[in-house]
């Protein structure tokens, strides 16, 4: 019998840990997520459900560490050549059993990714946050806060509007940051996360790199307050609310890296979101591929297995090949980023251009194979009985975030056409 | 009559209570669900079940055939059909699927009075009683092992057998998934095979003994329609629960279903136009001035919605207008229902992907309850998978059009 281990995977460049880590996560996913997930969008604003599973996963078996540094107790991954496919690997088996909860978990280390990573560790911050993340069996969250009320995807096209659209300001006040803004929808706000990377400009309006600042705030600071989680379509396990932030002053070398450099680096976050959603993606399609494969041999069509029956098989063709074709490609996407020796800089517009692509592409196969599994599987496919559908809500966000799918494709025409004016 | 000037529909199809009904039902919109909606949500109990109290016994669509001492033009339904389920989706996609179920149910009443079948006395009644009736529609489906496939209706099975004993007619099924509203219905209006296979259109009244609906199902769409499994334990009938048998009748009422179905799906894609297109005149993208409508790449995705759904009301409304023909003995009955299958699969066809691409636009505010968009498209993905098993409509178009025999 075929299992989803049966979609092909890079196999000579995995990473080392691959196998151990799928494993773990695996097992977590199927005694503490899959077993529940479908009550967790009624769990929505108080997380009773899934606030265990998080901390079985993050916490106790330690999977908060992973970028920092070992001799700071973290597991070293932002210092090796594989961060990205061992990344794809966990977001992928975490995403199988809910999506929602592979947003939550991978986020924490988004901001994490401008300070832990080779070639730009920085080094005095990892020792700051290293004991928030690494100290302690209780999940630990951290957020990302670009998007504004104004709009996220101006904010994410950085090759164009090179952030002046940002409107959280960073004033250096003798050697602190003063930050004012509004930001919303970070994964991890609605007063989850502890930590927030804060996208902010020192000079707002401009277009120089040099004004471009990122700034790591405690989400404890006097002068930072949140709402409530908003409620949406799905990804309940994903709190999202606004941030304000109200003179809210941090020490100055809380800032990422400083002028020019924090933008560069921050496309190479954009560069790990593209690749984290691909991953969000495949597991989904993986686990969808398991609930059809059931569903399709039990139910009966025309007096044979649903599956037996020419018509539907080309359906299912159709959803495996997308599958297959996602898999091999959000790899190669992840070792695009483990070797920049031999694909360029992570945080080159090449790169993002690519992720962007592949990124793109990944959600809309998979949402329009999503999309022909639920009316295959008919009343069965739309109900909260067999997931199916629950994937299909939590899924469309990843299309719809990062900026939405037209910035995606602007900064892909933009980088293979040379278009210059967009 | 809504965005008439926008996506227009011959108006010769439409008659002057048509256009007055349209009124109605957008009054009611406004103050029963829109007004009311953001403080409510998707509450059965505070907003849609009175809304539905109103829109069905004040409103009175639920006695739009009882009303008039019979003398209901059965030619003009259709068009009136559909207009409602397109208005009230408008303001609210689950409430408009249970009136599409209703509407087949009045329809039935009209057809029983031409063809001498007598619906029954207690049935008519309780559709001028001031409590709303749910009227849930029990169709086949795909089998479980062993279950034998009807080649009458594609290979699907029947959810409920009806056997003949001596004394009278027995219902069964187990786990039967109706339509819509199987936790609330008041009666079922049930698609069943006899004894040979033959398929007998019935009506289960909820209070009928043995008839077990199980608790809710949570619900992906279609607040309004809380749906459960329904077991019929050899639940007794009499004979004038039986309102028809065989294939002709059958396929009116499934024109009926699908054509309104199909105009449920318009409407809430009509109210995701209004959203998005508020989103369009205030947005700004690209930096400052930038409205967002009058972005290149924007508009063009906004020219294929908009023609997408102008087609799709077109259809939606010639569905109507077709049964009306073939009721005036206009039309060969195969082609009509070939043309109202084809229809209906390319209006949801047109709706799912018509409100993906309006959510893509707009971005995590589309995703967000708050802007209600969301709600609509999780609305029109629930109501197509109940309303298409895709493999069949495919397999009726093939026989219907190339001749295809076997499948
Ligand atoms: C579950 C969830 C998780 C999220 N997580 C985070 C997070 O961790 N951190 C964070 O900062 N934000 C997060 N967001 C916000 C998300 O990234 C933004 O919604 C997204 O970037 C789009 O921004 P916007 O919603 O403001 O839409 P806008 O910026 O207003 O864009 C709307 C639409 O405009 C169009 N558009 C944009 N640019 C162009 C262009 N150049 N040309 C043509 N059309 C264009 C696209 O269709 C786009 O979808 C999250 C949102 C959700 C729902």
Same mark, same amino acid.
């Given at each position: 019998?075929?299992?989803?281990?049966?979609?092909?995977?890079?196999?000579?460049?995995?990473?080392?840990?691959? &196998?151990?880590?799928?494993?773990?996560?695996?097992?977590?996913?199927?005694?503490?997520?899959?077993?529940?997930?479908?009550?967790?969008?009624?769990?929505?604003?108080?997380?009773?459900?899934?606030?265990?599973?998080?901390?079985?996963?993050? #916490?106790?078996?330690?999977?908060?560490?992973?970028?920092?540094?070992?001799?700071?107790?973290?597991?070293?991954?932002?210092?090796?050549?594989?961060?990205?496919?061992?990344?794809?690997?966990?977001?992928?088996?975490?995403?199988?059993?809910?999506?929602?909860?592979?947003?939550?978990? #991978?986020?924490?280390?988004?901001?994490?990714?401008?300070?832990?990573?080779?070639?730009?560790?920085?080094?005095?911050?990892?020792?700051?946050?290293?004991?928030?993340?690494?100290?302690?069996?209780?999940?630990?969250?951290?957020?990302?806060?670009?998007?504004?009320?104004?709009? #996220?995807?101006?904010?994410?096209?950085?090759?164009?509007?090179?952030?002046?659209?940002?409107?959280?300001?960073?004033?250096?006040?003798?050697?602190?940051?003063?930050?004012?803004?509004?930001?919303?929808?970070?994964?991890?706000?609605?007063?989850?996360?502890?930590?927030?990377?804060?996208?902010?400009?020192?000079?707002?309006?401009?277009?120089?790199?040099?004004?471009?600042?990122?700034?790591?705030?405690?989400?404890?600071?006097?002068?930072?307050?949140?709402?409530?989680?908003?409620? &949406?379509?799905?990804?309940?396990?994903?709190?999202?609310?606004?941030?304000?932030?109200?003179?809210?002053?941090?020490?100055?070398?809380?800032?990422?890296?400083?002028?020019?450099?924090?933008? &560069?680096?921050?496309?190479?976050?954009?560069?790990?979101?593209?690749?984290?959603?691909?991953?969000?993606?495949? #597991?989904?399609?993986?686990?969808?591929?398991?609930?059809?494969?059931?569903?399709?041999?039990?139910?009966?069509?025309?007096?044979?297995?649903?599956?037996?029956?020419?018509?539907?098989?080309?359906?299912?063709?159709?959803?495996?090949?997308?599958?297959?074709?996602?898999?091999?490609?959000?790899?190669?996407?992840?070792?695009?980023?483990?070797?920049?020796?031999?694909?360029?800089?992570?945080?080159?517009?090449?790169?993002?251009?690519?992720?962007?692509?592949?990124?793109?592409?990944?959600?809309?196969?998979?949402?329009?194979?999503?999309?022909?599994?639920?009316?295959?599987?008919?009343?069965?496919?739309?109900?909260?009985?067999?997931?199916?559908?629950?994937?299909?809500?939590?899924?469309?966000?990843?299309?719809?975030?990062?900026?939405? &799918?037209?910035?995606?494709?602007?900064?892909?025409?933009?980088?293979?056409?040379?278009?210059?004016?967009? | 009559?809504?965005?008439?000037?926008?996506?227009?529909?011959?108006?010769?199809?439409?008659?002057?209570?048509?256009?007055?009904?349209?009124?109605?039902?957008?009054?009611?919109?406004?103050?029963?669900?829109?007004?009311?909606?953001?403080?409510?949500?998707?509450?059965?109990?505070?907003?849609?079940?009175?809304?539905?109290?109103?829109?069905?016994?004040?409103?009175?669509?639920?006695?739009?055939?009882?009303?008039?001492?019979?003398?209901?033009?059965?030619?003009?339904?259709?068009?009136?059909?559909?207009?409602?389920?397109?208005?009230?989706?408008?303001?609210?996609?689950?409430?408009?699927?249970?009136?599409?179920?209703?509407?087949?149910?009045?329809?039935?009443?009209?057809?029983?009075?031409?063809?001498?079948?007598?619906?029954?006395?207690?049935?008519?009644?309780?559709?001028?009683?001031?409590?709303?009736?749910?009227?849930?529609?029990?169709?086949?489906?795909?089998?479980?092992?062993?279950?034998?496939?009807?080649?009458?209706?594609?290979?699907?099975?029947?959810?409920?057998?009806?056997?003949?004993?001596?004394?009278?007619?027995?219902?069964?099924?187990?786990?039967?998934?109706?339509?819509?509203?199987?936790?609330?219905?008041?009666?079922?209006?049930?698609?069943?095979?006899?004894?040979?296979?033959?398929?007998?259109?019935?009506?289960?009244?909820?209070?009928?003994?043995?008839?077990?609906?199980?608790?809710?199902?949570?619900?992906?769409?279609?607040?309004?329609?809380?749906?459960?499994?329904?077991?019929?334990?050899?639940?007794?009938?009499?004979?004038?629960?039986?309102?028809?048998?065989?294939?002709?009748?059958?396929?009116?009422?499934?024109?009926?279903?699908?054509?309104?179905?199909?105009?449920?799906?318009?409407?809430?894609?009509?109210?995701?136009?209004?959203?998005?297109?508020?989103?369009?005149?205030?947005?700004?993208?690209?930096?400052?001035?930038?409205?967002?409508?009058?972005?290149?790449?924007?508009?063009?995705?906004?020219?294929?919605?908009?023609?997408?759904?102008?087609?799709?009301?077109?259809?939606?409304?010639?569905?109507?207008?077709?049964?009306?023909?073939?009721?005036?003995?206009?039309?060969?009955?195969?082609?009509?229902?070939?043309?109202?299958?084809?229809?209906?699969?390319?209006?949801?066809?047109?709706?799912?992907?018509?409100?993906?691409?309006?959510?893509?636009?707009?971005?995590?505010?589309?995703?967000?309850?708050?802007?209600?968009?969301?709600?609509?498209?999780?609305?029109?993905?629930?109501?197509?998978?109940?309303?298409?098993?895709?493999?069949?409509?495919?397999?009726?178009?093939?026989?219907?059009?190339?001749?295809?025999?076997?499948?």
């Amino acid at each position: 019998m075929r299992t989803l281990d049966d979609f092909s995977r890079p196999v000579e460049y995995l990473s080392p840990l691959d &196998k151990y880590l799928g494993m773990i996560v695996r097992d977590w996913a199927e005694k503490h997520v899959i077993p529940y997930r479908r009550s967790f969008d009624e769990d929505w604003q108080e997380h009773e459900l899934i606030e265990p599973a998080f901390k079985r996963l993050m #916490g106790e078996l330690g999977f908060q560490r992973i970028l920092f540094p070992e001799d700071l107790g973290g597991w070293g991954l932002g210092h090796s050549d594989y961060l990205g496919t061992g990344a794809f690997r966990i977001l992928e088996e975490v995403a199988r059993a809910d999506s929602g909860m592979a947003v939550a978990f #991978g986020v924490i280390f988004w901001p994490l990714l401008m300070i832990c990573v080779e070639p730009h560790v920085n080094r005095r911050l990892c020792e700051e946050f290293a004991p928030m993340f690494c100290g302690t069996s209780e999940p630990v969250f951290a957020a990302n806060a670009m998007t504004e009320p104004q709009g #996220g995807a101006d904010i994410e096209n950085l090759e164009v509007l090179k952030g002046s659209t940002i409107q959280t300001t960073a004033r250096l006040e003798g050697d602190e940051w003063v930050i004012n803004g509004h930001k919303l929808w970070p994964t991890n706000s609605g007063g989850v996360a502890r930590l927030f990377g804060v996208v902010c400009t020192t000079n707002p309006g401009s277009t120089d790199p040099n004004d471009f600042a990122f700034i790591f705030v405690p989400a404890d600071t006097p002068g930072v307050t949140q709402s409530p989680p908003y409620q &949406k379509a799905g990804m309940a396990a994903d709190k999202n609310g606004d941030i304000w932030l109200e003179n809210v002053r941090v020490p100055s070398w809380y800032r990422a890296h400083g002028p020019g450099d924090d933008l &560069k680096y921050f496309k190479e976050v954009i560069s790990f979101g593209n690749m984290g959603s691909v991953a969000f993606v495949c #597991g989904v399609m993986l686990n969808v591929y398991e609930i059809l494969y059931d569903y399709c041999s039990n139910t009966y069509f025309r007096g044979k297995p649903l599956k037996e029956n020419d018509d539907v098989a080309g359906v299912l063709a159709d959803i495996a090949s997308s599958l297959q074709v996602i898999r091999l490609t959000g790899y190669q996407l992840a070792r695009m980023l483990d070797r920049p020796d031999l694909y360029g800089d992570r945080w080159s517009n090449e790169i993002v251009a690519k992720g962007r692509a592949i990124k793109y592409f990944a959600c809309d196969r998979a949402l329009e194979e999503l999309g022909k599994a639920v009316k295959l599987m008919g009343a069965c496919g739309s109900d909260r009985v067999c997931d199916v559908e629950k994937h299909w809500r939590d899924l469309k966000i990843v299309q719809l975030w990062m900026g939405g &799918k037209q910035l995606c494709q602007m900064e892909v025409a933009r980088w293979f056409f040379d278009c210059e004016t967009l | 009559m809504r965005h008439l000037d926008v996506f227009p529909v011959p108006r010769e199809w439409l008659s002057e209570s048509d256009i007055a009904l349209s009124e109605t039902i957008e009054n009611w919109a406004e103050k029963e669900v829109i007004q009311k909606r953001l403080s409510l949500r998707e509450s059965y109990d505070s907003l849609l079940l009175p809304a539905m109290k109103s829109l069905f016994c004040d409103v009175g669509l639920q006695k739009i055939v009882v009303s008039e001492d019979g003398e209901y033009d059965k030619a003009a339904y259709p068009i009136t059909a559909v207009l409602a389920c397109e208005h009230t989706a408008m303001a609210d996609t689950g409430i408009s699927a249970l009136l599409s179920n209703l509407l087949v149910f009045e329809y039935l009443i009209l057809w029983s009075r031409d063809c001498g079948c007598k619906i029954p006395d207690e049935l008519l009644k309780i559709l001028e009683k001031e409590k709303p009736v749910i009227c849930s529609l029990v169709l086949p489906m795909y089998g479980r092992k062993g279950q034998k496939p009807q080649k009458r209706l594609n290979g699907l099975c029947y959810q409920v057998e009806i056997q003949t004993e001596n004394s009278g007619f027995f219902v069964t099924g187990s786990g039967v998934r109706p339509q819509v509203s199987g936790h609330d219905a008041s009666v079922y209006l049930v698609l069943a095979g006899d004894n040979n296979g033959e398929p007998v259109l019935l009506v289960v009244p909820r209070e009928a003994r043995g008839v077990l609906p199980g608790e809710p199902l949570k619900s992906t769409g279609l607040a309004a329609s809380r749906n459960a499994d329904v077991d019929f334990n050899d639940v007794e009938i009499g004979e004038e629960y039986i309102v028809a048998r065989g294939d002709e009748y059958l396929s009116h009422l499934q024109n009926l279903y699908y054509a309104t179905s199909a105009a449920a799906a318009l409407g809430a894609v009509l109210a995701c136009f209004d959203i998005h297109r508020e989103w369009g005149n205030t947005r700004v993208i690209k930096g400052k001035r930038n409205i967002f409508k009058e972005n290149p790449l924007v508009a063009s995705l906004m020219g294929t919605i908009a023609s997408r759904i102008a087609s799709a009301r077109f259809l939606v409304y010639g569905m109507g207008k077709m049964i009306a023909d073939l009721l005036h003995g206009k039309l060969p009955a195969a082609s009509a229902s070939f043309f109202i299958s084809a229809a209906t699969a390319h209006v949801f066809e047109i709706a799912t992907t018509c409100v993906d691409n309006m959510m893509e636009h707009m971005a995590s505010a589309g995703y967000a309850t708050e802007w209600n968009l969301e709600r609509y498209w999780r609305d029109i993905k629930t109501l197509e998978s109940y309303v298409l098993p895709g493999t069949v409509l495919n397999m009726r178009a093939a026989s219907h059009s190339y001749g295809v025999k076997n499948l």
